[in-house]
């Protein structure tokens, strides 16, 4: 992997020339209109006459994550007329998209992680891989973290390039930059920096090893063990008892991607959406019969922490959780995952 160092003034200007190029996101410094066209939810475009050092860059995980780059909220995916003398009436078309390449910047280890997991079930995905494809994410490593940090936890790390296309990590005169990916290679091509010193580049390397994730192997004995024996623990029903189905979990999750598709027509012009849904709601799992097999709350309390913690990882491998604690940070009841996480490994042991 290549390896090159920049100074702080050096990094602004590199910012200031993909912005030339690319239209360049940075974590929003406060709450943007919905209408802007230059929004994203949490994100910022990044300003011409900005100085690019100077968006918020906060510790532990931005605000909102970057899964709204991928999962557009909302995302059209088909257009159409139902004007009567049109000759297209009824007629489906994807939409014009756009290929412009845009750059993410401030993107924390856990949410570049985030990308590659939500890759696994959509891998053939369209809309998901045309607007990946299109997006290169532009790292920096974690110098301090929160309290509901627990990335490590989860197998990650704060020093993390895993995801990224370029991962930048402080030094105590300037910035490393690792370049991760071909779009990494592309973005640093044309700029004359210099390679990263040896020194640098071992001491980043000694204090990943420092850092390690011990508690990751404990986690792991959750793979092998049965979940499924706990599925009517009473566990499940006082968590129930305390969610109020705000959702507020799943949309502000890196890696919940739960959808709905809809059909809007105004004056005769329609378009199918998708956009964000939670398996909170009760509406989710509602079937046109009127059967809803997760009608009560401890059902769905139980399937979100299941599907993390065991559905995803039996059919992809990994769990469904990069330890970002923005749940724990935003749940107005106070339910932590890593808590229900220290409950199952117990009662697993017991069982």
């Given at each position: 992997?290549?390896?090159?160092?920049?100074?702080?003034?050096?990094?602004?200007?590199?910012?200031?020339?993909?912005?030339?190029?690319?239209?360049?996101?940075?974590?929003?410094?406060?709450?943007?209109?919905?209408?802007?066209?230059?929004?994203?939810?949490?994100?910022?475009?990044?300003d011409s006459s900005s100085i690019a050092l100077t968006f918020p860059l906060p510790i532990g995980p931005t605000p909102a994550s970057v899964k709204t780059f991928f999962f557009p909220q909302p995302e059209t995916l088909l257009t159409y007329t139902l004007?009567?003398?049109?000759?297209?009436?009824g007629l489906m078309r994807e939409p014009e998209r756009s290929r412009d390449m845009q750059v993410v910047l401030g993107?924390?280890?856990?949410?570049?992680?985030?990308?590659?997991?939500?890759?696994?079930?959509?891998q053939e995905d369209q809309f998901f891989q045309a607007n990946r494809q299109r997006t290169a994410l532009v790292g920096f490593s974690c110098d301090q973290t929160l309290s509901t940090c627990f990335c490590t936890r989860m197998g990650g790390s704060p020093l993390d390039s895993?995801?990224?296309?370029?991962?930048?990590?402080?030094?105590?005169?300037?910035?490393l930059i690792e370049v991760c990916s071909e779009k990494g290679e592309a973005l640093v091509a044309d700029l004359e920096?210099?390679?990263?010193?040896?020194?640098?580049?071992?001491?980043?390397?000694?204090?990943?090893?420092?850092?390690?994730?011990?508690?990751?192997?404990?986690?792991?004995?959750?793979?092998?063990?049965?979940?499924?024996?706990?599925?009517?623990?009473?566990?499940?029903?006082?968590?129930?008892?305390?969610?109020?189905?705000?959702?507020?979990?799943?949309?502000?999750?890196?890696?919940?991607?739960?959808?709905?598709?809809?059909?809007?027509?105004?004056?005769?012009?329609?378009?199918?959406?998708?956009?964000?849904?939670?398996?909170?709601?009760?509406l989710y799992s509602l079937h046109t019969s009127g059967h809803?097999?997760?009608?009560?709350?401890?059902?769905?309390?139980?399937?979100?922490?299941?599907?993390?913690?065991?559905y995803f990882p039996d059919r992809f491998g990994p769990f469904s959780c990069v330890g970002c604690g923005r749940c724990v940070q935003d749940c107005p009841v106070n339910i932590d995952i890593r808590e229900v996480m220290d409950d199952l490994i117990h009662l697993t042991a017991v069982e």
């Open positions: 992997m290549k390896v090159l160092k920049i100074s702080p003034a050096g990094l602004d200007a590199m910012i200031e020339e993909w912005n030339k190029v690319h239209v360049v996101y940075v974590p929003a410094m406060e709450k943007q209109a919905a209408a802007s066209p230059d929004w994203a939810p949490g994100w910022c475009r990044l004007e009567n003398n049109h000759p297209d009436k993107v924390r280890p856990c949410d570049a992680r985030s990308v590659l997991l939500n890759n696994l079930p959509y895993e995801g990224l296309d370029l991962a930048l990590s402080r030094t105590e005169d300037g910035f920096l210099a390679p990263a010193p040896e020194s640098d580049i071992s001491a980043l390397a000694a204090r990943r090893n420092a850092g390690g994730n011990p508690s990751a192997t404990e986690l792991d004995s959750l793979k092998g063990s049965e979940l499924g024996t706990l599925y009517d623990a009473p566990l499940w029903q006082s968590l129930g008892e305390a969610c109020i189905n705000c959702g507020a979990c799943t949309f502000i999750c890196p890696t919940c991607y739960c959808f709905d598709i809809q059909d809007e027509v105004v004056r005769g012009q329609g378009r199918r959406i998708r956009y964000w849904d939670s398996c909170m709601f009760p809803n097999p997760r009608g009560q709350k401890v059902q769905r309390t139980r399937n979100r922490f299941l599907h993390k913690l065991k």
